[in-house]
């Protein structure tokens, strides 16, 4: 097999020997008449077109007689060969704004007053209120990382330990991964190191061993707690494994271990980071992780195995040595993941986390990953990725997939979405299904009947009957969940799971849209993961049910982005082989209507343009507690003048506009969804545990106590908003903001999301549930990147957690995603933010976009569609291109800059800035 340098050579070969014949053809091109060069370019795309058809048949064939080690290896040479060939018009979008933050002092002054502007923000946070603040958030942290931690294995009962001592082994021991990096970092500079929090909790560890790995260079490192550094210094120097050879490791020192205790421990982990994705090679480990396996399980006939990671890792290797016989996985577990990871050892903790996502022996078994990574257009200067995926996202795929083939999905899935044990052992009485034409409710009696307390985690699923041909449907999906109380051995508690029978409906885009509930059987079981039923029943729909409005608004429910889908194949099970996703049938070329979609030409509107600058005696103040409706309102918009509606407009990032003569205050907004953060300013703030692992406790009680807490010390600290939660999914492994979201699966997203966001809001707090939407990928995210889906898949998967938290939350604000849908800005897109949130789920809050770092996050668009704040920490320039669409168009966007402003100034009204 060849080496990664080898495969690379090969390509850039082949790569140069692309563009000389390219540079030739050129030439011979600018020799021809204009009518000659006009007939050949059109030959030469023919020919091109032609000849792909032709590549593509041969590599079939060829594969056809591959094995699979080898066709993935065909494949990793295609892949290298792409990423060389478009390397000239890569570019990080991050990168870019470090630079223009690094050289700022040389740029014009509008530069130096935008960044003055945001650098200004200063935060009082050592007030009692603010000191009881973060008091209270070191607690609750605790509590999600103690519930959020998942025991995978346990053989012999070898956790929690006899006796409270062991060998701790590798570098990684000395800098847990607490928390992901940029605007979803948080300050983890005071967090206990694991060492520390052992002591703390009387867990004693092998001071001899300790300070041998010290010797060789293993030392505890603060990391900084600037989400912009973070970015720029993964974008320079990486994360890659600490661990060095085993070679520290003598006779002597394992001699000493041995005596020392029975029992070792060894510490695997990476963390992600805004702006870059993760490597199939990132999430497996490294030789020198293999060498101190093999040095520590010939030792050691009891090894624990600490999972620390906000991505799916490959974890086969937990099978392959006998000797490891218990696995923890703690995610990212924010400041106090150390102190309930080493309660966890000692027993003080009974694990209850459950995985939210499918952990596959290969990450890149999974479709997506076949179109996950670094695609752009040969004829424009923007990225692409294609979902041709369609629904069969995470267990969705390997459930479907394996349906009738056990051994198939065995030798494919290690641990399955779900997937969590304890210390203790529980049974459940299932009772059966209380079924109407509205909901379903399940009851179920749980029961400690092991030797410790500890909770447990009900888990609901349907299975819908599918037609082959017929609309896609996952064999299996989540509906609900309920997690018990503390029960004390011997203790019973009834836990009930309720869910819409019409979430079992699938939506129809062959008929126009609407959701489907086919006439059929329906399976409900009862679950300890999304493979293993405890319970199943059967339901029958009599006949086909038809939902083409939305059960909450009224609206109507149609298909509004079939021009996402693109001209792609989409992956069905009713033809696994024949529609699975290869990166080889990619087209490079954007069409002609995808070039349109990126750059719409719109038709100025007629009529009058609306007033500015009245006087009509009102001030800010004068709103206070009047409808949005209210005819005040109207009232008080003539009186702002144009340049003011602007100014509202674009100075959207962390820090509103302000226009003193009316009294409109500015409010403060901030990131992240792991504790308050400022990009451009210092603030001390608590921290908390990433979003995986809030979602891993399956407790939205705690996801409700984390928006609490957060909106607490918001108010302490005079921040009015927060941009959270994120929501996005884990379409694979990859993603480097994995752990800032919390699933594969749309329904504990939507279910979390809900109650960070009811929690922060019951405070006055607003919250911006982002990235809306498919902002699943970082690469080329920040460049401009064209992303094609289906609208199932986009409706059932990607848009349903965002549903979920608008109607069960009713979010106060939404964070719009740097994404192009089918060419389309999110930020600028009326299908998306007018006709679906705000139309068909009832949306009524103001809408943000994320940081505008392109052209393509043009303001004339958002203006007109429904994105009111341009988060631009450089405004003027957005404050250019506004001034310059409504000189084009003053009807259209001087109505657009109106119903902006009036949104944008509601929220605002809402919030403690007017105090």
């Not at 060498?291 to 937990?318: I, K, P, R, Y």
């Not at 696994?576 to 990166?583: C, F, L, N, Q």
């Not at 602007?646 to 003193?660: D, K, M, N, P, R």
């Not at 929690?759 to 064209?786: P, W, Y």
């Amino acid at each position: 097999m060849a080496t990664r340098r080898e495969i690379k050579s090969e390509a850039v070969a082949r790569v140069d020997a692309e563009r000389a014949a390219r540079r030739e053809r050129k030439a011979e091109l600018e020799a021809m008449t204009p009518e000659d060069r006009k007939v050949a370019k059109a030959e030469d795309k023919q020919k091109a077109k032609d000849a792909e058809t032709a590549a593509k048949a041969e590599r079939k064939e060829r594969r056809s007689t591959m094995t699979r080690s080898e066709r993935r290896e065909d494949k990793r040479r295609e892949r290298v060969h792409r990423k060389v060939s478009h390397r000239p018009r890569r570019a990080v979008g991050w990168g870019v704004t470090g630079v223009a933050v690094v050289a700022i002092g040389a740029l014009a002054a509008p530069w130096v007053s935008d960044l003055t502007r945001l650098t200004s923000m200063e935060f009082d946070t050592e007030t009692a209120e603010g000191v009881a603040a973060r008091e209270n958030a070191a607690v609750v942290s605790e509590n999600v990382a103690d519930e959020g931690i998942v025991l995978l294995k346990n053989e012999d009962a070898v956790l929690p330990l006899a006796e409270p001592r062991i060998n701790v082994f590798s570098f990684e021991s000395f800098n847990l991964r607490l928390g992901g990096g940029g605007s979803g970092g948080s300050n983890l500079s005071t967090a206990p190191t694991l060492y520390e929090a052992m002591d703390q909790v009387g867990v004693e560890y092998n001071t001899e061993l300790h300070a041998t790995m010290e010797d060789a260079g293993a030392e505890s490192a603060t990391g900084s707690s600037n989400g912009f550094v973070q970015i720029v210094g993964s974008l320079v120097g990486g994360d890659e494994s600490a661990e060095p050879e085993p070679d520290y490791l003598t006779d002597d020192v394992l001699a000493q271990a041995q005596e020392f205790s029975d029992t070792a421990m060894i510490v695997v982990g990476n963390d992600g980071v805004e702006g870059s994705d993760m490597t199939a090679e990132q999430l497996r480990l490294v030789d020198n992780q293999i060498a101190l396996l093999d040095v520590v399980t010939e030792h050691f006939d009891d090894v624990v195995v600490v999972v620390n990671s906000g991505n799916q890792m490959e974890l086969g290797f937990l099978d392959e040595y006998p000797q490891i016989k218990s696995a923890l996985w703690i995610g990212t577990p924010g400041p106090q993941g150390a102190v309930s990871l080493a309660k966890v050892l000692n027993g003080d903790v009974n694990p209850s986390g459950h995985l939210t996502d499918t952990y596959a022996y290969d990450v890149t078994s999974a479709p997506s990953t076949e179109t996950f990574g670094d695609f752009t257009y040969d004829n424009a200067d923007r990225g692409f990725l294609n979902y041709n995926e369609g629904i069969y996202v995470g267990y969705r795929y390997y459930e479907t997939r394996y349906v009738d083939d056990e051994a198939g999905y065995d030798a494919a899935v290690q641990y399955p979405f779900g997937h969590g044990l304890s210390y203790t052992d529980f049974t459940w009485d299932a009772a059966d299904p209380v079924v109407t034409d509205e909901e379903i409710s399940v009851d179920v009696d749980v029961t400690n009947d092991g030797d410790v307390a500890g909770k447990d985690v009900v888990q609901v699923y349907f299975s819908a009957p599918y037609t082959p041909g017929g609309i896609e449907k996952s064999a299996i999906e989540l509906a609900g969940y309920a997690k018990t109380s503390m029960l004390e051995p011997g203790d019973s508690e009834t836990v009930t799971v309720t869910f819409d029978t019409r979430d079992m409906a699938s939506w129809d885009s062959e008929n126009g849209g609407g959701y489907l509930l086919e006439a059929g059987d329906y399976v409900i079981s009862v679950s300890n993961d999304v493979h293993d039923a405890v319970a199943e029943f059967t339901t029958e729909v009599g006949e086909d049910v038809r939902y083409d409005t939305d059960a909450d608004t009224g609206e109507s429910l149609e298909n509004r982005f079939e021009y996402a889908e693109g001209d792609l194949t989409y992956l069905s099970r009713d033809d696994w082989e024949g529609t699975y996703p290869d990166a080889d049938d990619m087209d490079f070329t954007a069409s002609d209507e995808v070039l349109e979609r990126m750059d719409p030409t719109i038709e100025p509107a007629e009529g009058e343009a609306p007033t500015t600058g009245a006087d009509n005696g009102l001030m800010f103040a004068d709103l206070e507690g009047l409808d949005y409706d209210d005819p005040a309102w109207d009232l008080f918009l003539d009186q702002l003048t144009l340049d003011e509606q602007i100014q509202i407009f674009s100075q959207g990032a962390y820090l509103t506009a302000e226009v003193e003569r009316l009294g409109v205050t500015s409010a403060v907004l901030l990131d992240s969804p792991a504790g308050l953060n400022s990009l451009f300013s210092s603030i001390e703030a608590a921290s908390y545990p990433t979003e995986i692992v809030i979602a891993s406790t399956w407790n939205d009680d705690l996801a409700y106590a984390v928006g609490e807490s957060v909106g607490t010390e918001a108010n302490a600290y005079d921040v009015q908003g927060w941009y959270a939660p994120g929501m996005n999914l884990h379409r694979s492994a990859f993603g480097g903001r994995d752990f800032e979201y919390y699933s594969e699966d749309p329904v504990i997203s939507g279910q979390m999301a809900a109650g960070m966001v009811n929690g922060a809001q019951d405070q006055g707090v607003l919250t911006f549930i982002k990235h809306f939407a498919l902002n699943d990928q970082e690469v080329n995210a920040r460049t401009g990147l064209n992303v094609f889906v289906d609208e199932q898949a986009f409706r059932e998967v990607y848009l349903q957690p965002f549903e979920i938290a608008v109607k069960d939350s009713d979010p106060t604000g939404a964070m719009s995603s740097f994404i192009n849908i089918g060419g389309s800005w999110a930020g600028g897109n009326e299908q998306l933010l007018q006709e679906v949130l705000r139309g068909e789920w009832g949306f009524d809050g103001v809408v943000s976009t994320d940081a505008v770092l392109g052209g393509w996050m043009d303001p004339a668009l958002a203006v007109r569609y429904g994105n009111d704040l341009m988060l631009a920490p450089f405004a003027h320039t957005t404050i250019d291109a506004t001034e310059e669409a409504y000189d084009e168009d003053p009807v259209g966007v001087g109505e657009g800059l109106r119903d902006r402003v009036h949104t944008a100034l509601y929220a605002v009204l809402s919030t403690s800035a007017t105090d």
